[in-house]
């Protein structure tokens, strides 16, 4: 049986990631400083997006998403194991995003993803300190997108 | 709800976002962790086939070996507990990938949901049943002919 600390953890655990895709859905960008360590290391390359550090990162998002006029982060799938003060974690995305079209309107592609994800229990609580992305299906990208990564 | 209730409902959930990634991760020889070795499972509704465990095990790896990528975001988790058995009903949502006889790729959507008997073991929760219900199917190619057309309610 899991103890009530294992569930804690758990439900902890799993928060972060929806509070990620909360955060990143609502163009909350402060709010990922919640969520990462401030030295954690993000890996968008397999679609299409770069790698580096936290603040890097954070500062790219908030270039980049807002030409995006829609978009989601459903997250499921949530495994955890958790050693002691640290965590390893594995998340499915699906991630439908509205893309703007060169000729104009715009067209949904919807991605499909893993994150792999490693955490650490710090004085404020569990914080990601590494997620990297796993590419899975791509639907209905436009040619102009075909930069993404497979 | 209870401590006990609870980490029953947590560890069932486990098992079943567990089955989904062993079948994406092709990690197949998870699934001996998920079923009882006298498990029943039924993929008919989606093409697949029936039978006992070993059986499905099996097949399992070529059926799915030809799609580059694929899928199964499970949701509304719901379980039903009976002391050492439970009931659980899952939504899935299963993108696939499906290779095209004159080239190239498409995805198809298909969504079902799985009927679920589970059995506490001295080894943990263990599902000895699973059966699919159909939901909707999207893009299906014209050449995968042996998907059962959707059946309306």
Same mark, same amino acid.
């Given at each position: 049986?899991?103890?009530?600390?294992?569930?804690?953890?758990?439900?902890?655990? /799993?928060? #972060?990631?929806?509070?990620?895709?909360?955060?990143?859905?609502? @163009? $909350?960008?402060?709010?990922?400083?919640?969520?990462? %360590?401030?030295?954690?290391?993000?890996?968008?390359?397999?679609?299409?997006?770069?790698?580096?550090?936290?603040?890097?990162?954070?500062?790219?998002?908030? /270039?980049? #998403?807002?030409?995006?006029?829609?978009?989601?982060?459903?997250? @499921? $799938?949530?495994?955890?194991?958790?050693?002691?003060? %640290?965590?390893?974690?594995?998340?499915?995305?699906?991630?439908?995003?509205?893309?703007?079209?060169?000729?104009?309107?715009?067209?949904?592609?919807?991605?499909?993803?893993?994150?792999?994800?490693?955490?650490?229990?710090?004085?404020? @609580?569990?914080?990601?300190?590494?997620?990297?992305?796993?590419?899975?299906?791509?639907?209905?990208?436009?040619?102009?997108?075909?930069?993404?990564?497979? | 709800?209870?401590?006990?209730?609870?980490?029953?409902?947590?560890?069932?959930?486990?098992?079943?976002?567990?089955?989904?990634?062993?079948?994406?991760?092709?990690?197949?020889?998870?699934?001996?962790?998920?079923?009882?070795?006298?498990?029943?499972?039924?993929?008919?509704?989606?093409?697949?086939?029936?039978?006992?465990?070993?059986?499905?095990?099996?097949?399992?790896?070529?059926?799915?070996?030809?799609?580059?990528?694929?899928?199964?975001?499970?949701?509304?988790?719901?379980?039903?507990?009976?002391?050492?058995?439970?009931?659980?009903?899952?939504?899935?949502?299963?993108?696939?990938?499906?290779?095209?006889?004159?080239?190239?790729?498409?995805?198809?959507?298909?969504?079902?949901?799985?009927?679920?008997?589970?059995?506490?073991?001295?080894?943990?929760?263990?599902?000895?049943?699973?059966?699919?219900?159909?939901?909707?199917?999207?893009?299906?190619?014209?050449?995968?002919?042996?998907?059962?057309?959707?059946?309306?309610?």
């Amino acid at each position: 049986m899991l103890s009530l600390q294992e569930l804690s953890d758990r439900v902890e655990l /799993e928060q #972060l990631s929806v509070r990620y895709a909360n955060a990143i859905d609502s @163009g $909350n960008w402060d709010e990922l400083d919640q969520v990462f %360590t401030p030295d954690a290391y993000i890996d968008y390359r397999k679609l299409g997006g770069i790698d580096g550090r936290y603040p890097q990162i954070k500062k790219w998002l908030a /270039e980049v #998403l807002p030409n995006f006029p829609n978009y989601c982060h459903l997250v @499921g $799938n949530i495994a955890i194991t958790v050693t002691g003060d %640290t965590a390893t974690g594995r998340t499915l995305c699906i991630n439908p995003m509205d893309t703007k079209l060169p000729a104009g309107g715009s067209q949904v592609m919807f991605l499909g993803l893993w994150y792999k994800d490693k955490f650490t229990r710090t004085a404020q @609580g569990w914080r990601m300190s590494e997620r990297v992305e796993e590419a899975c299906f791509q639907h209905n990208v436009p040619a102009h997108m075909a930069m993404l990564a497979r | 709800m209870n401590l006990a209730q609870l980490s029953d409902r947590f560890e069932i959930r486990d098992l079943i976002v567990r089955y989904a990634n062993a079948l994406d991760a092709r990690s197949f020889q998870w699934l001996d962790e998920i079923f009882t070795p006298d498990a029943y499972v039924d993929y008919r509704a989606t093409g697949g086939i029936d039978g006992p465990y070993a059986k499905i095990r099996e097949w399992l790896p070529g059926a799915t070996g030809a799609f580059p990528h694929m899928c199964h975001l499970v949701g509304n988790i719901a379980v039903t507990l009976d002391e050492d058995t439970a009931r659980a009903r899952t939504l899935c949502l299963n993108p696939v990938e499906v290779p095209l006889p004159a080239g190239g790729s498409q995805v198809m959507f298909l969504a079902m949901w799985y009927a679920d008997e589970l059995i506490r073991t001295s080894s943990g929760w263990r599902m000895r049943r699973r059966v699919q219900e159909g939901c909707i199917q999207h893009n299906v190619p014209s050449h995968l002919t042996q998907m059962p057309a959707a059946t309306s309610r």
